[in-house]
């Protein structure tokens, strides 16, 4: 048995212990930092970035303080990309996610084992603002999907910028789903926002960045996903016992990719791509631009489409070069459109609809039929009942 | 590929009507009454093929559903809580059915039990906006699943027969 003194003692030591370590953190957090400096001196965490206004890159690299990016989805792509956004010196970060850090996430980058358990937005934002104590944060840890959350999300979009009341200036899409990304497309068709999608595939070995500007370019819903065609047989690809693997260096890649195109975009340099698809097997870039659907499945997007040609129609003229346009034609593939696994072939024959033009090395992901008369399909009887019989009705069973 | 089974079944299913979803008002009640008027249907076709395998209810507003389901093997029946949310990008966008007590028991499932669906789904489902609702989202998606991934938890001992995810 440990005596009291020797208890005592022990308690003395872990006390200043916990103080040493203590004031070590304390002297890492920096004070904030109010005017970006281009000084070259090992304090200033800015003086590599505002050298690029010196070499003639960027004209005013300290707008970026200016901009408020949100990031949906922090796991493999998006904790990555609110770190790059972080170090970059932007000025305020919306994060939504609602899962939390796992032991099984430790394969990709940013989240540490000790943070198992905790929200990753919670993790994500503790990491940041140790990172830099510049940058505002407002995280979330919901499901955008839901009714519920889906309101708060949009009104957040529409109010959450810098200043309270104006929208952020960009959405980047980090979700790993099909029901995320739609939901982000519908906030941003109805806001009329733009956004940055991105994605890698389910085997890891490929991805995409899709800049978004609703009614100018091709929104989410206007066509089936686009897939990265990489010359694995996708008929053979094996799925037994798993869900999706994930590779740290695709994920980095298109994190890359969508951070690059942010700041071209945000600070006006450069290039920004409209769809830059990466297959990592093949080392293959493929890149071009969308033109939204005129029959696209939302009708804010139809809007959205309508409202760009009148500010077209009443812009002066102004010759751009060369940008090349592809525009989505009915066409009968044409495309060796490879259906993913496990379709069959009736449902490849009638699978014949809208396919948009693309560019070598991309293919949709499935094709959907023009809406056909229903003929003798048996679809549910009018009925008299109300919903609560029919609740009941089902209760009953 | 959907098998024979499963194909007869689901061409039993009514097919839905109204493009609506949670965010559609008086629309959306109606697709509900639709959602409902279907799923009854489908409960009542496996009943009389003796294939009776799951219930379900949802709130009021129809966009939080939950209920059982089951499987029969080797005589002896697993049962399962069900549950998932209505997304407002439904119906181009399918349920996620959730086993939440699986959850971590299989690598074929996403965070919170979502089971993870074959390739065919997502185009299937796709083409067939919006006529396919929640009873088809059954058939084709958990239906499929537990037939493949209950037999298998229970050969690796992972479930046992009193239907109750134990830790092994
Ligand atoms: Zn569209």
Not at chain 2, 59 to 70: A, L, M, P, S, V
């Amino acid at each position: 048995m440990a005596t009291i003194e020797s208890l005592q003692k022990k308690i003395k030591e872990l006390e200043a212990q916990l103080q040493k370590e203590r004031n070590e953190k304390q002297q890492i957090n920096r004070p904030k930092i109010t005017q970006m400096s281009s000084e070259v001196v090992d304090s200033n965490p800015y003086s590599r970035l505002m050298a690029l206004k010196r070499m003639g890159i960027v004209d005013n690299y300290e707008k970026i303080r200016e901009y408020t990016v949100a990031v949906v989805g922090v796991g493999g792509v998006g904790s990555v990309t609110a770190e790059m956004l972080t170090r970059c010196g932007i000025g305020k970060l919306l994060l939504f996610d609602y899962d939390k850090v796992e032991l099984a996430n430790m394969n990709r980058l940013f989240y540490q084992p000790h943070q198992a358990g905790m929200s990753k937005v919670e993790a994500a934002e503790k990491t940041l603002k140790e990172i830099n104590p510049d940058v505002e944060f407002e995280v979330y840890n919901y499901n955008i999907t839901t009714m519920d959350n889906f309101n708060h999300f949009m009104e957040r979009i529409k109010n959450g910028g810098l200043k309270e009341g104006e929208p952020v200036n960009l959405v980047l899409s980090c979700v790993d789903n099909f029901e995320a990304r739609m939901t982000i497309n519908t906030a941003c068709n109805e806001l009329g926002q733009n956004w940055i999608e991105s994605g890698v595939s389910e085997n890891a070995v490929s991805g995409h960045i899709q800049f978004i500007i609703p009614g100018e370019t091709s929104c989410f819903a206007c066509a089936p996903p686009l897939v990265v065609a990489t010359k694995t047989d996708e008929k053979t690809l094996k799925r037994e016992g798993v869900c999706a693997a994930s590779l740290p260096t695709t994920m980095a890649v298109v994190a890359g990719f969508l951070v690059q195109n942010t700041l071209k975009y945000l600070l006006g340099f450069g290039d920004v791509t409209y769809y830059l698809g990466y297959n990592a097997l093949q080392d293959y870039f493929p890149s071009m631009t969308l033109r939204p659907n005129p029959q696209c499945d939302d009708n804010y997007c139809k809007k959205q489409q309508q409202a760009f040609q009148i500010k077209e129609a009443t812009k002066p003229k102004v010759e751009k070069t060369e940008e090349k346009v592809e525009e989505i034609v009915h066409d009968d593939n044409v495309w060796e459109i490879q259906l993913v696994s496990e379709t069959t072939e009736d449902e490849l024959r009638e699978a014949d609809g809208q396919v948009p033009n693309l560019v070598e090395g991309l293919k949709v992901a499935y094709t959907t039929p023009a809406p056909t008369q229903a003929s003798n399909e048996k679809t549910v009887d009018s009925t008299e009942k109300s919903l609560d019989e029919l609740m009941k009705e089902m209760q009953g069973l | 590929m959907v098998d024979e089974a499963t194909k007869r079944s689901l061409a039993q299913i009514p097919l839905l009507k109204t493009k609506a979803g949670p965010r559609d008002g008086e629309l959306w009640v109606t697709r509900l009454k639709e959602e409902y008027q279907s799923l009854i249907k489908y409960v009542q076709n496996n009943k009389e093929s003796d294939n009776d395998w799951f219930r379900l209810e949802s709130n009021k507003e129809g966009t939080r559903w939950f209920g059982k389901c089951w499987y029969i093997h080797e005589l002896l029946k697993y049962e399962f809580d069900v549950e998932f949310d209505i997304p407002i990008t439904y119906p181009t966008t399918a349920p996620e059915i959730a086993l939440p007590e699986l959850d971590g028991k299989t690598a074929k499932m996403y965070r919170g039990g979502k089971i993870c669906l074959t390739d065919h789904f997502k185009p299937l489902w796709a083409r067939n906006v919006p006529k396919f609702g929640i009873a088809h989202a059954m058939s084709l998606g958990l239906g499929p699943w537990l037939a493949v991934e209950i037999p298998d938890l229970i050969q690796k001992e992972i479930i046992s027969h009193k239907g109750r995810a134990d830790e092994k």
